[in-house]
């Protein structure tokens, strides 16, 4: 039972990135699914949800309009589209299932900067 | 949004003493579906978070059974029935009853 982050690095104010979480072990199109971010020396901070379904999504405000939750089922992989990116989304970002039993991933660090 | 206030923000206790945080939110914590989705989180220096507490009450698997959760409603509690080092880190409470998701503000526990 698993969740594995990829897609962080390094880019440039006004880039890009596309972060993926693989899970496995668990009935992932059973379940909404979230990203979670933390920025060093910082404390945790909602980023986006997407329903089980895919149906619904939610934003934070501070990435509404810049960020785009997704899922394929059909892969179990959660993505997290990340536009317009900003210095201050610099921040290791967890992909997370909170319901049933939770599961918490390793994170992947995103850093952007010129 | 739910507002999640953890108390005390710092906590100095002594080895083989207990421990214990507070966890309050700002509305009920109960699902329409009945279920509370209260969870507590440790992160210890330079790691991420781990998962110690699900539904209030539930261990991960792996979690020593010095920790323990309990509550109802809008107030929870983590207690540590006897500190050891390798607890030292920030505690987290996090609800996923209603969205969006929400945090405390952290827990440091250290010790004396």
């Known amino acids: 039972v698993q969740l594995l982050e990829s897609g962080g690095g390094l880019v440039q104010p006004g880039g890009s990135l596309r972060l993926s979480c693989a899970a496995s072990?668990?009935?992932?199109?059973?379940?909404?699914m979230t990203w979670v971010r933390q920025a060093a020396g910082k404390g945790l901070e909602w980023v986006s949800i997407?329903?089980?379904?895919?149906?619904?999504?939610y934003y934070a405000d501070s990435v509404k309009g810049r960020f785009t939750i997704s899922r394929d089922d059909s892969k179990n992989t959660l993505f997290l589209q990340m536009n317009s990116l900003r210095a201050e989304d610099t921040a290791i970002y967890y992909c997370?299932?909170?319901?049933?039993?939770?599961?918490w991933g390793q994170g992947t660090v995103v850093t952007v900067s010129s | 949004d739910v507002v999640m206030t953890q108390t005390p923000l710092s906590s100095p206790v002594t080895l083989g003493q207990p421990a214990s945080i507070s966890c309050r939110s700002s509305?009920?914590?109960?699902?329409?579906?009945?279920?509370?989705?209260l969870t507590w989180l440790q992160q210890r220096p330079g790691q991420p978070p781990r998962l110690l507490i699900y539904?209030?009450?539930n261990r991960f698997s792996g979690v020593p059974d010095t920790f323990s959760g309990s509550g109802a409603g809008t107030d929870f509690t983590l207690k540590i029935s006897r500190v050891e080092a390798e607890d030292v880190g920030v505690y987290y409470c996090?609800?996923?009853?209603?969205?969006?998701?929400?945090f405390g503000q952290g827990t440091r526990l250290e010790i004396k």
């Open positions: 997370v299932k909170v319901h049933g039993e939770p599961i």
């Open positions: 072990g668990f009935s992932f199109r059973s379940y909404s």
């Open positions: 997407i329903s089980d379904g895919g149906g619904h999504t």
């Open positions: 509305q009920s914590l109960v699902h329409s579906n009945g279920d509370t989705y």
């Open positions: 539904k209030i009450s």
């Open positions: 996090m609800q996923a009853s209603h969205w969006p998701i929400t």
